[in-house]
C-alpha cells in the first residue's frame, strides 16, 4: 500500500484524539494499522473481515463495505457543501471526472435550489 502524500488536515480533533489514544501504546513503526507482527500491514481481506464483524456488533443489518463508506463518505461531504475538488483531492482521484461519479447520488443540494422564478 502506497503511503499518502496528502496532508491530514482534514483529520477532525475528535478522530486525532482516538487515533493518539491508539499510538500511544502500540507504538507503530511503519504502518499506522499494523498486524501483530511489527512491520506488516493488514491485507484488504483483513480489513473487510475487521468491517464485517463491527457492522454485526453494531446491529447492522444493511450490506457494509469499505467502497461503500469511502463513497458514503464522499457524498456526506458533497451534502453539506464540500467543494468537489476539495473531495478529488482527499480521495486521491487523479480526474475529476472520477469523483463526479458523486455527484448523480446526492439529491439533497438539488431540492434546496430556490427559483429564480419564486421571487417574481
Not at 475529476?96 to 434546496?112: A, C, P
Request: no cysteine; charged share 25%; glycine share 2%.
Amino acid at each position: 500500500m502506497q503511503r499518502s502524500k496528502r496532508p491530514l488536515y482534514f483529520l477532525s480533533t475528535k478522530k486525532l484524539v482516538l487515533l493518539i489514544e491508539y499510538f500511544t501504546p502500540y507504538k507503530p513503526t511503519t504502518y499506522l494499522f499494523e498486524r501483530q507482527e511489527k512491520n506488516t500491514q493488514y491485507s484488504a481481506r483483513s480489513l473487510e473481515e475487521v468491517l464485517k464483524k463491527s457492522v454485526r456488533l453494531a446491529s447492522i443489518n444493511k450490506p457494509v463495505t469499505l467502497h461503500w463508506l469511502r463513497h458514503s463518505y464522499a457524498t456526506h461531504l458533497l451534502e453539506s457543501g464540500t467543494d468537489l475538488r476539495y473531495i478529488q483531492e482527499l480521495l486521491g482521484h487523479n480526474s475529476s471526472k472520477t469523483t463526479e461519479i458523486y455527484t448523480h447520488v446526492s439529491t439533497k443540494n438539488i431540492q434546496q435550489i430556490k427559483s429564480p422564478f419564486d421571487d417574481l
